[in-house]
């Protein structure tokens, strides 16, 4: 018996051996060559290419389309199947290769109609705009038909990617803007809360942004006074709460969309230049969502960062102005409340009367399981949204749904030269609402806004409403020439990490409703405001730095609570004050205290505010309250001192027992999740950590080592400017002054190549994590590749 065990082990060793040889050989054959000569027919012209030890290509071509067909064979050869998810996703079409678990998400975008809205926009795009797109679709068509075998997913899920179309280039830039601009969620939240709570609490628990903001561009500095707090309304809340405990019901557990930039002019900088320095906060995933490139075509030199599947340059440089983005969080969405006629529930009511709704029907397959079919009904407004708010139905207007919102306007960057023909060509570009932040060749720097923004009459866009009666609707968008922007202020710096860029006196309009970054705009203006002859070193420097005075008041509230009356028989005390003590105010990997004081702040929210939004769950089962602005309301409760809005009256008497309570609570907690016997010595490395991990990494666990980035300790926090929160922190950060490319910098997570066995896999992903200066232009020529129109020249 025991003969036989051994060779069935045996016998099952050799088969996966076997198999990890045969896994391993697919992905040998998968992987691209940089190496070598192909025949892409769309050429006009021959197209070299070189690339430089990690993989980044310099692309030199006779003409736009030639540089664009190049990078779309280059795009596809080292992220195809990256390139495959992102049209599928925004075409409502991974089920059919993932099955059941991502169908929901399907719906939702199929209720959007992405698809059917990328032909539209396709139609609407100039000539120039399609020719560029078919260019590059044709290179990443090229690409798939050169390869030997298809890259390692597309063999382990057993599918074929279809060609890639103009209008998969087109979903891929929707799909962005449905990352950055979609504020159903938040309108959702809004609405229950208007329902549920006294309106002077709604508006405390929703501040536009954090008082940090306040100082930067006042739009309301009466807000950050300390008697802001609604006392009665919120005491009434507390006591309806009885002696329930309420926790659960808020969370910190959400990470905005965000990024930093910042641009110093010609007065700061050693030699006159302008430097723009752009770290972008997406998710940290394998592969990075960024793909380095340089092309070169007459007359233009494009450097930076491109996402594959999409012609342009989003970040980088031209030689003559550098430029970047940040997320806006401003509000392009409104949820509109669908009012039945009363004579015809088929029809709905409008301000110009009774009009019936038109529908679609989506069929979506599902792999292993029975495909869904869905209707889906639309307004004038916008689709039907499946899930009612308040048990009424509400349909979704939103600017990406607008065929006029999106274009390809940014392969125009080419073209600019300043920093004023910069604005009018973002001023005009369509696509996800954003930040730009902009530096020319001549040491002039500027700021605007990207995007359509919507002028709303009779409401502000926090909460859902009826549009029947014709009270509410928007009236267009802003106009170009309205648009805010700002050049070479007299500071000779600008800075944008997602806060509100403008005080009331300098834009009266509502852009949003929920800034974040209030203090990573406050630290770097801090940083720079008296500094000069800085260079893109200090600009590095900067966007790495870890200092935060912003967890400094719970530092100083729970040192106080331990220190005050009735602490000395705390056994936990002196273990709790070391811990506290030990913090030096950064958030770097061997930090110590950093750990306990997060955990303190989350545990306060959530007791604070919990018992407050309890209604909220009795309107909607599925509520939870989230606000980037969230420490505002909690710290006016607090510095209240009044004991009638304590949260557990019957078993804390006052403010500090209830804050020792919290941070022993808070203490416990860190100790279980660590398997600690104390917290002493636990660092902020240990707490602070992210997983990269491939799509197929959770469906394939024999594998998933292999596919993933091995877990890394990171230094940044939520409010750093080196921004790391879970699974989210900066992925790339670019770092340039237009005219001296050769000093700027450029680090990205991970690698170039998607191709696991690839030496560009991650051979990026150790210096991004030191935080180590990479060139920002391509370095010396490794590997050269030649393309070939089909017939020689």
Same mark, same amino acid.
């Given at each position: 018996?025991?003969r036989?065990?051994?060779?069935?082990g045996l016998?099952?060793?050799?088969l996966?051996?076997?198999?990890?040889?045969?896994?391993?050989?697919?992905i040998? #054959?998968?992987a691209?060559?940089?190496?070598?000569?192909h025949?892409?027919?769309?050429?006009v012209a021959r197209?070299?290419?070189?690339?430089d030890? /990690?993989g980044v290509?310099?692309v030199?071509a006779?003409?736009?389309? @030639?540089a664009y =067909?190049a #990078?779309?064979y280059?795009?596809?050869?080292?992220?195809?199947f990256?390139?495959?998810?992102?049209?599928r996703?925004?075409?409502?079409?991974l089920a059919e290769?993932?099955?059941?678990?991502?169908?929901e998400?399907?719906?939702?975008?199929r209720?959007?109609g992405?698809e059917r809205?990328a032909?539209v +926009?396709?139609?609407?795009l100039?000539?120039?705009?399609?020719?560029?797109?078919?260019s590059?679709?044709?290179g990443?068509n =090229?690409?798939?038909n050169?390869?030997?075998?298809l890259p390692?997913?597309?063999?382990? #899920?057993?599918?074929?990617p279809?060609?890639w179309?103009?209008q @998969?280039?087109?979903l891929?830039l929707?799909?962005v803007?449905?990352?950055?601009s979609?504020? $159903?969620g =938040?309108?959702?939240?809004?609405?229950v809360?208007?329902?549920?709570?006294p309106?002077?609490?709604? =508006?405390?628990?929703?501040?536009e942004?954090?008082?940090?903001n306040e100082?930067l561009?006042p739009r309301?500095?009466a &807000?950050?006074a300390?008697?802001a707090?609604?006392?009665?309304?919120l $005491?009434?809340?507390?006591l309806s709460?009885?002696s329930?405990r *309420?926790?659960?019901?808020?969370?910190?557990?959400?990470?905005p969309?965000g990024?930093n930039? !910042?641009?110093?002019?010609r007065?700061?900088t050693?030699?006159?230049?302008?430097i723009?320095?752009?770290?972008?906060?997406?998710?940290?995933?394998?592969?990075?969502? !960024?793909?380095?490139?340089?092309?070169r075509?007459?007359?233009?030199?494009l450097c930076?960062?491109?996402?594959p599947?999409?012609?342009?340059?989003?970040?980088?440089?031209?030689g003559?102005?550098?430029?970047?983005f940040?997320s806006i969080?401003?509000?392009f969405t409104?949820?509109?409340?669908?009012?039945?006629d009363d004579?015809?529930?088929t029809n709905y009511r409008?301000?110009?009367?009774?009009?019936s *709704?038109?529908?679609?029907t989506?069929?979506i397959?599902v792999r292993?399981a029975q495909d869904k079919?869905?209707q889906v009904?639309?307004t +004038?407004?916008?689709?039907?949204?499946?899930e009612?708010?308040l048990?009424? $139905?509400?349909?979704?207007?939103w600017t990406?749904?607008? %065929?006029?919102?999106?274009n390809?306007d940014?392969?125009?960057?080419?073209?600019?030269?300043t920093?004023?023909s910069?604005?009018?060509l973002?001023?005009?570009?369509?696509g996800?609402?954003?930040n730009?932040l902009m530096a020319?060749?001549?040491?002039d720097?500027?700021?605007t806004l990207m995007g359509?923004?919507?002028?709303?009459v009779?409401m502000?866009?926090?909460?859902?409403?009826?549009?029947?009666d014709?009270?509410?609707?928007?009236r267009?968008y802003?106009?170009?020439?309205?648009? %805010?922007s700002?050049? /070479?202020p007299r500071?000779g710096f600008?800075?944008?990490?997602?806060q509100?860029?403008l005080?009331?006196?300098?834009?009266?309009?509502a852009?949003g409703?929920?800034?974040?970054?209030?203090?990573?705009a406050?630290?770097v203006?801090?940083?720079?405001?008296?500094?000069?002859a800085?260079?893109?070193?200090d600009m590095?420097?900067?966007?790495l730095d870890t200092?935060t005075d912003f967890?400094r008041?719970?530092?100083t509230l729970?040192?106080r609570a331990l220190n005050g009356p009735?602490?000395s028989g705390?056994?936990?005390?002196p273990?709790?004050?070391?811990d506290?003590?030990? !913090? @030096?105010?950064r958030?770097e990997v061997?930090?110590l205290g950093?750990p306990?004081?997060?955990e303190?702040?989350?545990v306060?929210?959530?007791?604070?505010?919990s018992?407050i939004?309890?209604?909220c769950?009795?309107? @909607?089962?599925?509520?939870?309250?989230?606000?980037s602005g969230?420490?505002?309301?909690?710290r006016?409760?607090?510095?209240?001192?009044?004991p009638e809005?304590? %949260?557990d009256?019957?078993?804390?008497?006052?403010?500090?027992g209830?804050?020792?309570?919290?941070l $022993?609570?808070?203490?416990?907690?860190?100790a279980v999740?660590?398997r600690?016997?104390?917290i002493?010595?636990?660092?902020?490395g240990?707490v602070?950590?992210?997983?990269m991990?491939?799509?197929?990494?959770?469906a394939?666990?024999?594998?998933?080592?292999?596919?993933?980035? %091995?877990?890394?300790?990171l230094a940044g926090?939520v409010e750093?400017?080196r921004?790391t929160?879970g699974?989210t922190?900066?992925?790339?950060?670019?770092i340039?002054?237009?005219?001296?490319?050769s000093?700027?910098?450029?680090?990205?997570?991970?690698?170039?190549?998607?191709?696991p066995?690839?030496?560009?896999y991650?051979?990026q992903q150790?210096? !991004?994590v030191?935080g180590?200066?990479t060139?920002?232009?391509?370095g010396?020529?490794?590997?050269?590749?030649?393309?070939?129109?089909? &017939?020689?020249?």
């Amino acid at each position: 018996m025991f003969r036989m065990f051994r060779w069935i082990g045996l016998g099952l060793t050799i088969l996966l051996a076997l198999v990890a040889v045969s896994i391993f050989g697919v992905i040998q #054959l998968s992987a691209a060559s940089e190496d070598g000569d192909h025949v892409l027919p769309g050429l006009v012209a021959r197209v070299e290419i070189q690339f430089d030890s /990690n993989g980044v290509p310099s692309v030199q071509a006779q003409s736009r389309t @030639d540089a664009y =067909e190049a #990078l779309g064979y280059l795009s596809a050869r080292d992220r195809l199947f990256q390139m495959d998810l992102f049209r599928r996703q925004t075409a409502g079409r991974l089920a059919e290769i993932f099955g059941e678990g991502v169908a929901e998400a399907d719906i939702w975008y199929r209720v959007m109609g992405f698809e059917r809205l990328a032909d539209v +926009i396709l139609e609407r795009l100039p000539a120039e705009q399609r020719a560029v797109l078919a260019s590059y679709s044709a290179g990443v068509n =090229e690409a798939m038909n050169d390869m030997r075998v298809l890259p390692v997913e597309f063999t382990f #899920l057993g599918y074929r990617p279809s060609p890639w179309r103009p209008q @998969d280039s087109i979903l891929v830039l929707l799909g962005v803007s449905a990352q950055h601009s979609n504020g $159903e969620g =938040e309108e959702r939240m809004a609405t229950v809360m208007r329902r549920a709570l006294p309106p002077k609490v709604v =508006e405390f628990l929703t501040p536009e942004s954090n008082c940090y903001n306040e100082i930067l561009a006042p739009r309301d500095p009466a &807000r950050c006074a300390g008697n802001a707090a609604p006392i009665e309304e919120l $005491e009434r809340l507390f006591l309806s709460a009885g002696s329930k405990r *309420f926790t659960g019901l808020v969370t910190t557990a959400k990470a905005p969309h965000g990024s930093n930039a !910042w641009v110093i002019g010609r007065q700061r900088t050693r030699d006159g230049r302008a430097i723009i320095a752009n770290d972008m906060h997406l998710a940290l995933t394998v592969p990075n969502v !960024w793909y380095r490139a340089e092309l070169r075509y007459p007359d233009v030199k494009l450097c930076g960062l491109t996402i594959p599947g999409l012609p342009f340059v989003v970040s980088g440089s031209n030689g003559h102005v550098a430029w970047g983005f940040t997320s806006i969080n401003g509000d392009f969405t409104d949820l509109v409340r669908i009012e039945h006629d009363d004579r015809d529930a088929t029809n709905y009511r409008t301000a110009e009367g009774s009009r019936s *709704f038109t529908t679609r029907t989506e069929a979506i397959s599902v792999r292993g399981a029975q495909d869904k079919t869905i209707q889906v009904r639309e307004t +004038i407004w916008g689709p039907v949204l499946r899930e009612k708010l308040l048990g009424e $139905e509400v349909a979704i207007h939103w600017t990406a749904l607008d %065929p006029s919102a999106t274009n390809f306007d940014l392969i125009d960057v080419d073209q600019v030269t300043t920093v004023s023909s910069a604005l009018a060509l973002f001023h005009h570009a369509g696509g996800p609402p954003l930040n730009v932040l902009m530096a020319d060749r001549a040491g002039d720097i500027g700021w605007t806004l990207m995007g359509k923004l919507p002028k709303r009459v009779g409401m502000d866009g926090l909460f859902s409403e009826s549009w029947a009666d014709g009270k509410h609707f928007w009236r267009g968008y802003l106009l170009p020439d309205d648009i %805010p922007s700002q050049v /070479n202020p007299r500071s000779g710096f600008l800075v944008n990490t997602n806060q509100r860029m403008l005080g009331r006196a300098d834009f009266e309009p509502a852009i949003g409703h929920d800034f974040p970054g209030g203090f990573r705009a406050f630290r770097v203006s801090e940083r720079l405001r008296d500094r000069s002859a800085l260079a893109e070193s200090d600009m590095l420097a900067l966007q790495l730095d870890t200092t935060t005075d912003f967890y400094r008041y719970y530092q100083t509230l729970a040192l106080r609570a331990l220190n005050g009356p009735g602490s000395s028989g705390d056994t936990l005390a002196p273990d709790l004050r070391a811990d506290l003590e030990a !913090w @030096d105010g950064r958030a770097e990997v061997d930090s110590l205290g950093f750990p306990l004081i997060n955990e303190f702040r989350e545990v306060l929210i959530d007791e604070i505010l919990s018992p407050i939004v309890a209604r909220c769950r009795e309107v @909607d089962p599925a509520f939870e309250y989230y606000w980037s602005g969230i420490d505002h309301p909690v710290r006016g409760i607090i510095e209240s001192g009044r004991p009638e809005l304590l %949260p557990d009256r019957k078993s804390y008497r006052d403010w500090q027992g209830f804050i020792r309570a919290a941070l $022993e609570k808070s203490a416990r907690r860190l100790a279980v999740k660590y398997r600690l016997e104390s917290i002493i010595g636990l660092t902020w490395g240990r707490v602070n950590t992210v997983d990269m991990t491939h799509p197929l990494s959770s469906a394939l666990p024999l594998i998933g080592r292999f596919l993933d980035m %091995p877990r890394q300790s990171l230094a940044g926090c939520v409010e750093c400017v080196r921004y790391t929160y879970g699974n989210t922190g900066a992925n790339a950060r670019m770092i340039v002054a237009p005219g001296h490319e050769s000093d700027g910098q450029l680090e990205m997570a991970g690698g170039q190549s998607g191709q696991p066995l690839s030496t560009h896999y991650a051979d990026q992903q150790e210096d !991004w994590v030191a935080g180590l200066p990479t060139k920002f232009l391509p370095g010396q020529r490794k590997h050269s590749m030649i393309l070939n129109p089909t &017939r020689a020249e």
